[in-house]
Nanobody, 121 residues
Framework: QVQLVESGGGLVQPGGSLRLSCAAS????????MGWYRQAPGKQRELVAT???????KYADSVKGRFTISRDNAKNTVYLQMNSLKPEDTAVYFC???????????????WGQGTQVTVSS
């Protein structure tokens, strides 16, 4: 069974940096797109960044120039480097991956449990 585990969240001061990681384990044939979402209390979940199998990336306007998404296929891991953090970035961050468990099987999304990021002085 495929499992996703996020790590790297925590408390950081405004202007600081954090690096989130999300590793997948289990029966995996191929991981297609990967992404990060976040949800603040009382707000809807929003897309932060995505990266395709071939490395094409997209970012929410609010994080462009500050966040960088990357992937390491050998480790089945996606990363989110967050710099110049602002209080508005405070949220639970969720990892999402489209995963094929075997050849010929349609990929489907898997989600991690989330990791808390708090930006405060």
């Amino acid at each position: 069974q495929v499992q996703l585990v996020e790590s790297g969240g925590g408390l950081v001061q405004p202007g600081g940096s954090l690096r989130l990681s999300c590793a997948a384990s289990g029966s995996i044939f191929r991981i297609n797109a990967m992404g990060w979402y976040r949800q603040a209390p009382g707000k809807q979940r929003e897309l932060v960044a995505t990266i395709t199998y071939y490395g094409s990336t997209k970012y929410a306007d609010s994080v462009k120039g500050r966040f960088t998404i990357s992937r390491d296929n050998a480790k089945n891991t996606v990363y989110l480097q967050m710099n110049s953090l602002k209080p508005e970035d405070t949220a639970v961050y969720f990892c999402n991956k489209d995963i094929q468990i075997s050849s010929g099987v349609r990929s489907r999304p898997y989600w991690g449990q989330g990791t808390q990021v708090t930006v405060s002085s």
